[in-house]
């Protein structure tokens, strides 16, 4: 249906004024008898004046007020403490020529490299050494035995293991996808890590006994995540991509397929 | 059909800007004190839509109008105001949504409990404070990506032009310009669905 000569972005640049004579003038007559091109202004009419009457100017005197008061007050506050950054630099210019500079098979240079190692060898026993908790490393992760969970390679909707990563001490990430394009990412952590919540809408729901949140998705009825804990360890299944349906998105019952397979799996697994 | 006036400030708006910002270069604070009457409302209005905080945005509006008194050096003989005050709104906005950010991390178990508590809550970003009954406008506008939410305010709302917010978010025209219609596209899509659905 959306059709015409005119992109809405060169639309936006004639409604703002910014096309030269010649192309005005050209836009200017074109959305006249263009039907595209006027649905399109009515539309950005339409979000202005519905972000304009829903927000109407705050009854600010008060405040505006109080930041006066203040500005009066200190008129002349402290100018922000201007960056380093060209000293900075021409003290590692300085440090990276010596480094380069040094001749290769001087004692000194042996020396340079011993001190480097040791500091780079005490930040990382400063740094890692406390971080990691008491258990066992297990495919690069630390959980406790008990804990230690590889989730199956296929899943329910012909999704199939593709990559397994472990990006942290305490997370393991296992992708997969199916030839209809559907990815997801299944991470599992330690429960008592928490999750880290970037959903708006959130909804709780019952695989058997366990409790899952759903994190929605926009489109009704979809699912852009799910969590659940079991076993001492908190899951999170993230759908990366779900091409379908007509606009997209993996609805929740084929997911709650995927969360039962898993739950089943895992369960299966501890028990053994 | 007459050819669209020309948006962003007009002369008069321009010719007070020049004057303004000259003399509060020099920290003369009454000047800057009539920036303040101009665009208070509006800075905090964008703000307010940005972030769905009332408190939030009363809070970045006044720390924004007194980060830019305290730079006011640093504005460019050539360059306005407003955007210069919205460009620094912005970051502090940005800066204050990363610190919320890292803050985020809950327990499940304690998120469970919250949400069997209402049994359908809508989680805010920042603090999982909820809020039922959202303005719809307000609850499209949290789908909207950050950027495309911020281009489309600039544009809609705070009246920039594409060229002002290219200069305003250092990005070339053209993709000021995408921003703004895939933003308005995304809008109007969301707003018409969730008001057909509540109808409904």
Redesign the interface.
């Known amino acids: 249906m959306r059709e015409c000569d005119v992109a809405a972005e060169e639309l936006l640049a004639y409604l703002d004024g910014c096309l030269d004579g010649e192309r005005e003038a050209y836009v200017a007559h074109h959305v006249k008898v263009c039907p595209v091109c006027q649905i399109r202004q009515a539309e950005l009419e339409e979000t202005k004046q519905l972000l304009k009457v829903s927000t109407p100017l705050p009854n600010d005197e008060i405040e505006r007020s109080q930041l006066k008061a203040e500005i009066l007050r200190n008129p002349h506050p402290p100018l922000p403490r201007r960056r380093r950054r060209p000293l900075l630099m021409v003290v590692l210019a300085v440090l990276l020529s010596l480094i380069l500079l040094w001749p290769a098979d001087s004692s000194a240079n042996l020396q340079l490299g011993r001190v480097v190692r040791g500091v780079v060898a005490q930040v990382e026993k400063s740094l890692l050494g406390r971080r990691e908790p008491p258990g066992d490393r297990i495919s690069g992760v630390l959980f406790r035995d008990s804990q230690a969970f590889v989730p199956p390679a296929e899943l329910p909707l012909g999704l199939r293991l593709s990559d397994r990563a472990t990006p942290g001490p305490r997370r393991v990430e296992s992708h997969y996808r199916s030839e209809s394009g559907v990815e997801i990412l299944v991470v599992q952590g330690p429960a008592d890590q928490g999750l880290a919540l970037g959903w708006r809408d959130v909804e709780l729901v019952y695989v058997g006994d366990t409790e899952v949140l759903w994190l929605k998705d926009p489109r009704r009825g979809n699912v852009a995540g799910m969590a659940w804990e079991r076993h001492g360890i908190l899951f999170e299944l993230l759908v990366l991509n779900a091409p379908q349906g007509n606009e997209g998105g993996l609805p929740l019952e084929e997911t709650l397929l995927i969360v039962r397979h898993i739950i089943a799996a895992h369960d299966a697994a501890s028990s053994e | ?1 007459n ?6 400030l007009d002369h008069d708006a321009i010719h007070t800007e020049r004057r303004l910002s000259t003399a509060s270069r020099s ?1 003369d ?2 000047t ?2 009539e920036f ?2 101009q665009y ?3 800075l ?2 964008y703000l ?2 940005l972030t769905g905080d009332p408190e939030l945005a ?1 809070d970045l ?2 720390e924004a ?2 980060k830019a ?3 006011i ?1 640093q504005l460019a003989d050539d360059e306005a105001f407003r955007p210069w005050l919205y460009r620094i709104a912005l970051n502090l906005a940005r800066m204050e949504f990363r610190r919320r ?1 890292r803050r ?6 304690w ?2 409990e919250s ?2 508590g209402i ?7 920042d603090d ?1 404070v909820t809020v039922p009954t959202r ?1 719809l ?1 307000q609850q499209v506008l ?2 909207l990506s950050p950027t495309l939410r911020e281009a ?2 600039l544009h ?2 705070a009246g920039f ?3 002002e917010i290219a200069r305003l978010l250092n990005i070339s ?2 993709a000021a ?2 921003r ?2 895939r933003a ?2 995304r ?2 899509a ?2 018409h669905e969730r008001a057909g ?1 509540r109808e409904e």
């Open positions: 059909m050819p669209p006036p020309r948006r962003g920290r604070a009454d800057f004190n303040v009457d208070y409302a509006p905090r209005r307010l839509r009363a509006t006044q109008f007194l008194y305290s730079r050096e950010q985020r991390v809950l327990s499940l178990e998120l469970i949400v069997r049994g359908h809550w809508l989680v805010r970003p999982m303005d406008v949290d789908e489309l305010l809609r709302l032009t594409s060229e025209p053209e310009r995408k703004v219609t308005v596209q809008f109007q969301l707003y659905a």
